[in-house]
């Protein structure tokens, strides 16, 4: 499949099964099980899995285009983190189960038997979590632990906290870093959400009129909107950087590119595409919402642009290269200039 | 929207220039202080230009008839990336590389295209760009100065201002009025390589902010051009400009002016053991800043190389690349200073008032922040 044929039809499923009255009555607590049957009956859960394990052994980057397009329709069940949790125990020789599954890292002093997880993404609509605790992981029920409510408005985040895991738990030792397999994920999807927003404000910027003419022909909305686009077109790109393996895990250094920038443009644009939207953009009943609820919550999903500048900064200093362009080209590149270009 | 704008990669065989140009590089940049090659692309050094036009760097992509290296964008992408990182003195070929040779080769007849070329391929022959006027800065198509038809030629009269190098380069080429008067835009402008030695012009430096000589005045007083003077199309001047000006707009110079102040302040933040998290945080913004921008400016490269013109994505690049760039002496000049009693070497104090002080420089040559925000305006079909 060429990536433009994965990328139509997975937007054409994703805008079917998932408009937006769907993700606002999940939201509110009604059942995500007809949607994700949907998306199950699709088979692209399975797309980092291997051939030879029944998955279509697409690679992270061939990926891309499912998890942008998670986040363009801010899909309310976890089809991004499960595509990574089934790539994953597919490659530890674990046969994943059926059912949504989000992961999570568990907080660090969990208590002695407890394991404790307190922001899940997805943890509402989640039958499994994959928790990585020390050198290991273990899929773990959603029923099973206690689930502490946030008490957002319309989050599908919570604190999970299990009691001692039962003997017969899938445990399996953990050499990814799920820090960094998060910011791939999320970096991809605020990306499919802010193209979404950048839509969504374009076209109201048109449609607007006041003083006699569309809000558009302003030179002051024009420029907002164009700094709004700049934002969005780096988003994708460091999207773009994050998911470039051939493996099903991105390189640590590329994700916190890819995070950090695009937790970087979430205050921006969401704030220009407000402005742009007066007064309706603040309703319930309009869409853009949605959307940036949302992505506050996700500039956060496994760290905010701080944490990973902080990465990113430690990795330069630490790496003694003499020249910032040679660190660039030389590691946060180094896959493309290798793996890519043999296949071109 | 703006068209997708796909992860591109440099092909190996351009890739592996990279190794010998940083050979080269480090040792003749060896010993020159961080505030010299802190002017990255506006330090002017004719002898260096002439030792990488030995080595065949300049004019990589042109064909090889007119001198050139007959390589794609990608060569020349990596060897641009290599000359901003180590802050290479490449002001004195930098226009005629970069986009006066392309010109002429595009637009240009045979004869011109064997006069002009391979000197400037030897870095012989240096260019400048005559596009604003006193009264014509943004508003490039009201531009005055105007070429008259003679028997044998034009005549040419008028003023031109902020020209880069003028006085230490041996062709301009100028946009001018050739019929109609300013009220007519963008019909009736054309082209000409205006040879800097003709009798009636006069070049006069005007010194900048920093203590530096690089834009001129320059006057053309009655001056006789030669019919083959004209490049292109008689009135289409303009269309021939917008062309040049996306080469000028999506290159890396547009993310990397401040990056050898950058990597001076690491090195310092390095030997003080780096512990400071905020510090630390700062470079990984920059970095991760600046990674998104390469990216970008490399996928340009690659329509480019396909004989797309993104215009408008090119706009976007240089509208954040600058940005970034500003917001390096303004960050850096902050974390020094949030420990007032500590150490700072000279030559980063120097590096950092040079690029603090050029720094609005950044976002007005090739188009100012509001033009090109309007360029992306245009192209998302809101004007
Ligand atoms: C270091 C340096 C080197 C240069 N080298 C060259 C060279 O080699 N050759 C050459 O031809 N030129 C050169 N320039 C000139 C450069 O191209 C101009 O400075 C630029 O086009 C802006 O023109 P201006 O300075 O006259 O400013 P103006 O056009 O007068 O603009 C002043 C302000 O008004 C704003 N403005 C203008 N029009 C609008 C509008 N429609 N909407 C909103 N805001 C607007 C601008 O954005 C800017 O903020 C150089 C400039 C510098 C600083």
């Not at chain 1, 044929?5 to 054409?12: C, G, R």
């Not at chain 1, 990814?176 to 998060?182: E, F």
């Not at chain 2, 040792?27 to 990488?52: K, N, T």
Request: hydrophobic share 45%.
């Amino acid at each position: 499949m060429t990536d433009n044929v994965l990328a139509d039809s997975i937007d054409a499923l994703l805008e079917d099964s998932c408009p937006a009255e769907v993700v606002r009555a999940i939201e509110q607590g009604g059942s995500p099980a007809r949607l994700w049957q949907t998306l199950a009956d699709s088979g692209f859960a399975d797309a980092l899995v291997p051939e030879d394990a029944g998955g279509a052994g697409l690679s992270l980057r061939d990926a891309l285009p499912i998890l942008s397009a998670c986040g363009r329709v801010v899909l309310p069940v976890p089809f991004a983190q499960t595509m990574l949790v089934r790539g994953f125990l597919a490659a530890s020789g674990v046969t994943p189960p059926p059912g949504p599954a989000t992961f999570a890292i568990a907080d660090a002093g969990g208590g002695e038997h407890d394991i404790v997880c307190s922001r899940v993404t997805h943890a509402t609509t989640s039958d499994w979590v994959l928790v990585q605790s020390g050198t290991h992981c273990r899929l773990l029920p959603t029923a099973a632990a206690r689930l502490e409510s946030p008490g957002v408005h319309g989050s599908l985040e919570a604190g999970l906290t299990w009691g001692p895991p039962p003997a017969d738990a899938i445990r399996i030792a953990n050499d990814a870093d799920w820090h960094a397999i998060g910011a791939c994920v999320f970096a991809a999807q605020m990306a499919g959400s802010m193209s979404r927003v950048f839509d969504l404000t374009l076209r109201y910027a048109n449609d607007r009129v006041q003083f006699g003419r569309s809000i558009g022909k302003f030179q002051a909305i024009q420029h907002q909107v164009s700094v709004m686009a700049e934002h969005v077109a780096a988003s994708r790109m460091a999207a773009e950087i994050g998911a470039d393996s051939t493996s099903w895990q991105p390189s640590p250094l590329a994700a916190a590119i890819a995070k950090s920038r695009t937790s970087e443009a979430v205050p921006t644009v969401t704030a220009i595409a407000h402005a742009v939207h007066g007064a309706i953009g603040i309703t319930a009943e309009y869409d853009l919402q949605l959307h940036t609820r949302r992505l506050h919550e996700w500039r956060l999903a496994f760290g905010s642009e701080s944490y990973w500048h902080d990465r990113i900064g430690r990795a330069v200093v630490e790496s003694r290269d003499a020249s910032t362009a040679g660190f660039i080209v030389d590691r946060v590149f180094a896959s493309s200039r290798t793996d890519r270009t043999t296949t071109e | 929207m703006i068209d997708a704008l796909p992860l591109a990669a440099v092909p190996p065989e351009d890739e592996a220039l990279r190794t010998e140009v940083r050979q080269f590089l480090s040792e003749a940049l060896a010993g020159v202080p961080a505030e010299i090659r802190a002017h990255s692309w506006m330090g002017f050094d004719a002898e260096f230009s002439r030792a990488l036009g030995r080595r065949g760097w300049l004019g990589i992509t042109l064909p090889k008839e007119y001198g050139g290296g007959g390589r794609s964008p990608f060569a020349r992408f990596v060897l641009v990336e290599e000359f901003l990182a180590w802050g290479a003195p490449v002001s004195a070929h930098w226009i005629a590389d970069r986009q006066s040779a392309p010109l002429i080769l595009r637009y240009g007849t045979e004869s011109q295209k064997h006069f002009h070329i391979p000197p400037i391929c030897r870095g012989e022959s240096f260019f400048c760009i005559g596009m604003s006027e006193p009264g014509s800065g943004s508003d490039l198509a009201s531009v005055k100065t105007r070429a008259t038809r003679t028997s044998d030629g034009w005549r040419l009269s008028g003023q031109k201002i902020w020209t880069t190098n003028a006085y230490r380069s041996q062709y301009m080429i100028a946009l001018v009025r050739t019929s109609g008067t300013a009220e007519d835009r963008h019909r009736g402008l054309t082209q000409f390589i205006v040879d800097l030695s003709l009798p009636g012009i006069t070049i006069r430096p005007i010194e900048d902010l920093a203590g530096g000589r690089h834009f001129c005045e320059v006057f053309f007083d009655d001056v006789a051009l030669p019919d083959d003077a004209l490049v292109g199309q008689e009135g289409e001047g303009w269309s021939q400009v917008t062309a040049e000006l996306a080469f000028e707009r999506s290159g890396p110079e547009r993310l990397y002016s401040s990056v050898v102040l950058l990597d001076t302040w690491i090195a310092e933040l390095r030997a003080r053991g780096a512990d400071d998290r905020d510090s630390r945080a700062l470079v990984g913004r920059l970095v991760a800043n600046l990674s998104v921008l390469r990216a970008l400016s490399l996928s340009i490269t690659a329509k480019l190389s396909r004989g797309e013109s993104p215009v408008v994505e090119a706009a976007l690049v240089k509208d954040m690349g600058t940005e970034i760039e500003q917001l390096t002496p303004t960050l850096i000049a902050d974390a020094i200073g949030r420990t007032p009693d500590a150490p700072v070497s000279a030559s980063l104090v120097r590096a950092l008032a040079f690029v603090t002080q050029m720094a609005p420089s950044f976002s007005l040559r090739g188009g100012t922040r509001e033009i090109l925000r309007g360029m992306i305006a245009r192209g998302l079909g809101l004007r």
